[in-house]
């Protein structure tokens, strides 16, 4: 073994770099077994959480379950359920709802306010600005049905809601019915997005600190003013965090129905807030009739998790992720 | 352009970056700020770009005060340690973007971005990404970035720390020519000293914030006021003792336990009024080695034993205990000085420095 180890070999393996292909059997299977070693973890996670409920999804939405023949064999009744759920008058209302709440909570409020708060934060006095962000943070160090409840309260309309209570003519003269009377979308997208541009703001802060201050110096010996920087330097050092933002958190707001549930139930009227993943919960856990159709739910929650995949390989297509797996290499200075 | 710093002072909540500086640059000049780390000198230059707002003081372009005008419209160019060139722009982007941001007709652009990239070397590398370029050719894209706006004045950051040893002595001969051949006004902050001597016309030293001296670097070098500065300019740095003056038979003489030399009568006198320990500088190349055939006279040696030899290549900096008082001394090479070696040494007493312990201030350069 060490005489093989000539100057070559420990050349590559102090930079990580792939032996020469006359290894042994032996060497290939160990390293093949190093690799899976490592991704295992993950692999798990993602076939217990991912692979096996989704398969499960897919069996579930190929049957007629529900809480009225659940003892029941199972029976299968092949596309009938995708055929009912495209046939459904609310179908396309839903799936504007849900486009129109999930890019407008992600440009305005998770990427929009997350990136304003991000600037202004580091571009006032240290201390202030994590003072600052620490406020906008408590909101998720409280439970969201606490928060959320709490919004419902100020939110309703006259007689119930505080602020239409106290102030029926202001802003507008509402005649008592401002927030989730009169604009219900308004009220339910500021509720989530206030929270939700937490998480942007803390990355784009941290993304944002880690630019080296040479850089805003040079622009600014350069001739740039305050908004050429943000344009020119900032916004373009941070590429990566806004990327993965806009990512995680489409995904993450095409299933989040939280909110909506605890706001409006969808309401007021007939499906005037609901989106796809409410739908989904509502179908297979809380019929009127307490009839919960598991079927029909999984049938919905199956089309919206490969919506889902799509969007996300278009993403990482689109933003061209895999630019950011670079091949490591040596600096010669 | 002229720069005059007056009473220049920068603290933050009571800590002192740069205390009461001032400073006078004569247009066209290269001035050094040379100081160790901490020293003041970055901060300095900060203010000078506007970058930080002084706290007292002002800065005067041509007599224009420019206190509180904005970096952009200072007219300057700055250059950085980390070269600070835009990671996500080429070449072309990052030498044309000063251009760019004054709203130039793009055929000006091109044209002046290629001219100083031409003068830098790096006129084939426009369209390379910053990543691919070595840190030599980074900080000729830097210096072109500086250049193109053709400012009134230059602002060097330790432009050559960076940079491996070989690449620094060429960049130092290279920015120096540039600097003269287009006479722009220049401020070069470094920590080595080296630098400072070989570029610039007149050196600023700095240490705590302080402005210890502003001089031509001969002056600085041959004439220290202060403690601090004969002991940060020259490497490898001067060699001090605690010794007292005493006149005996019309002589003078520097003693200490370990020392005894004559001392010459125009420099002693200056140290008369000090009563007790006053601090004797003596620069290591200021002292000879004594061969038998040497006639100096008595009083003018000092003998001890060779404890360390570093071989320089022309020289060899030998470690010399004289009684137990360590001095480094440096000694042509072919006297082959072997650790262990009795030495005398034969001291230029015309070149010694004295120095007030307390104050720190020569007792020679008031």
Redesign the interface.
Known sequence: MAQSLDKDTLARAAIGAPGPQRGTLGRRVRNTFTAYGFLGPAMGLVLFFFVIPGILLVVLSLTDLSSANFSDPWTFIGLDNFERLFADPFFPKILRNTVFYVFTTLIFFNLGLALVLALVTTNIPRRSGFFFRLIWLLPRLTPSVVYILMWKRIGQADPFGIYNQLFPEFLGASGGNLFLGGSPWTFVILTNGFVGASFGMIIFTSALESI?K??I?????????VW?IIR??KL??I?WPLLFIATYQTLSLLTSFEYILLLTEGGPGLFTTEVWALTAYKRAFASYFGNSQWAFGATWAIVLVTVALLLAVIYVKLFKFNELIEEPRIE?? | MRVEIENLSKSWDGVIGADNITIDIPDGDMVAFLGPSGCGKTTTL?MV???YKPTGGTISFDGRVVNEV???DRG???V???Y?????MSVFGNIS??LR??KLDKGDIKQKVQKVADMMGIGDLLDRKIAQL???QQQRVSLG?ALV?EPQLL?FDEPLSN??ARLRLTMRGEIKRLQKDLGITSIYVTHDQIEAMTMADRIAVMSKGVLQAYDVPEALYDRPKTLFVAGFVGNPPMNFFDVEIMSTNGEFRARSEAIDLVIPRDRAEKAAAVKGKITMGLRPEDVTFADESSSAGAGLTLTGVAEVVEPLGREDLVGVSINGVEMRVLVDKTKGVRVGNNITLVVNTSKLQLFDPETEQSLLWA
């Open positions: 080296p040479d850089l110096t040079a622009a600014k010996v350069d001739g740039a003013n050429r020119d330097i373009p050092m590429k010669n200075l | 900060l770009a506007g970058i904005a970096p952009k300057i160019g700055m950085f340690q980390s600070a060139l835009y990671p996500h973007y000063p941001l004054q070595s840190g030599g970035r706006k602002l940079l491996d």
